[in-house]
């Protein structure tokens, strides 16, 4: 079988869709029955990029790398871009061609979009939506990336042959908003990378003294920072815990900057004065396994998630975990984590409470983190959508 990969995703830093092209992009050639691989990205055949940080490589220290790390001055240029609904117009009619051109040049073989996006052509294609955040709730995106994903979400999904969703719960959204199938959409659960296990307090302490931190001497959440992610109502909640709970365990927050998150940081900014929020921003990516595997408690209660990464990461890392019971979240956390409802400050504050102080409920939490994350591989992932492949193939 001989495979036409496309790869726009993957730019550091690796997070999210392009974690997820990436692992495919590497694990598709050594499965069985695949003959070749070929990347696609933006209508060019290109080379796989070299990535540093997904080298399997142990968390080091270095004075840059405590460091808030920023985007590369192309990742900035492309994210202003994409927020311009008249580039974004442009971007969806001539990427389309250049890409059909380039498949119908193939032959005996299949496409795959980890990305939303499927080209006219002649080749059978596969595309993953790993969400539907842009119909359930477009006031969180740019306008430009609302139009443009509403228009080629539909086309993509028409001219697929197989739909991949990362969820069940992501899968029945589509088959409800676009009135396919059963057997024209199948969830495929993601992976968790290898470097997220458990690390002893003595492994972690000397990165995590660097960032001021001890551990299991701090709450934590990673993830972009944006109105989807529910910061308001954690930062809320976290204020409405006992002083000495705050002071004892932290909240620190790692991410970079999103969408509509100007007032987000303004309440960050006052937590921080307060003196119970540590802001990190975007930190180097071979640090998070420490900053997750020496936290307390793994926060997430987001109000949509087409799967919930940081979830399995967190569980994977030996640490219980906070999240929401909508969407595939609870799906994901597989009855391991302390589920709450994200629309209620209330509930999220009596949650972070247990999940802090109740140490029978801890010592279940991880126990089960850890049986569940040890269900979400890579391996698993790749194997599965290669079965697809085989699927769309016989058909």
């Not at 927020?83 to 059909?100: T, W």
């Not at 932290?250 to 003196?275: C, F, M, N, T, Y």
Request: include cysteine; aromatic fraction near 10%; glycine fraction near 8%.
């Amino acid at each position: 079988m001989n495979v036409v990969l496309s790869i726009e995703a993957i730019r550091p830093p690796l997070a999210g869709i392009g974690r997820y092209a990436w692992e495919l992009a590497t694990r598709l050639p050594t499965q069985p029955g695949i003959g070749s691989v070929r990347y696609l990205s933006d209508g060019f055949w290109r080379e796989l990029p070299c990535i540093e940080q997904a080298q399997k490589k142990p968390p080091t220290i270095s004075a840059r790398s405590v460091q808030p790390a920023k985007p590369g001055y192309k990742e900035r240029l492309r994210q202003q871009l994409g927020r311009v609904e008249a580039f974004s117009r442009l971007y969806g009619k001539i990427l389309p061609v250049l890409a059909g051109h380039q498949l119908n040049r193939v032959a005996n073989g299949l496409f795959h979009s980890p990305n939303y996006f499927v080209p006219e052509s002649r080749l059978p294609s596969l595309v993953t939506i790993h969400d539907l955040s842009v119909y359930r709730y477009p006031e969180w995106h740019p306008k430009g990336r609302v139009v443009r994903m509403r228009t080629a979400i539909p086309e993509a999904i028409t001219r697929a042959s197989l739909v991949i969703t990362d969820s069940l719960a992501t899968r029945l959204e589509v088959l409800q908003e676009f009135g396919l199938k059963e057997q024209q959409v199948q969830a495929v659960p993601l992976g968790v990378d290898e470097v997220f296990h458990p690390y002893t307090a003595a492994e972690a302490a000397p990165i995590l003294k660097e960032f001021g931190l001890q551990p299991d001497g701090y709450s934590f959440f990673v993830s972009t920072i944006e109105p989807r992610k529910n910061l308001t109502h954690l930062l809320a909640a976290y204020r409405g815990l006992p002083q000495p709970l705050r002071e004892r365990w932290p909240l620190v927050l790692v991410g970079g900057e999103g969408w509509q998150s100007e007032a987000i940081h303004d309440d960050i900014e006052k937590a921080g004065r307060e003196g119970w929020l540590k802001y990190l921003g975007f930190v180097d990516q071979q640090l998070l396994p420490i900053l997750y595997a020496g936290c307390r408690l793994f926060t997430y209660p987001s109000w949509y998630e087409g799967f919930g990464l940081p979830i399995a990461e967190a569980m994977a890392s030996g640490v219980p975990v906070l999240t929401s019971n909508c969407s595939s979240m609870p799906e994901v956390a597989g009855g391991a984590a302390m589920l709450v409802d994200p629309a209620d400050v209330d509930s999220i504050r009596n949650g972070l409470r247990q999940a802090l102080e109740d140490e029978d409920w801890r010592a279940t939490a991880k126990a089960r983190g850890l049986q569940r994350a040890a269900e979400l591989t890579w391996e698993a992932c790749v194997r599965n959508t290669v079965a697809a492949y085989h699927l769309v193939q016989s058909r």
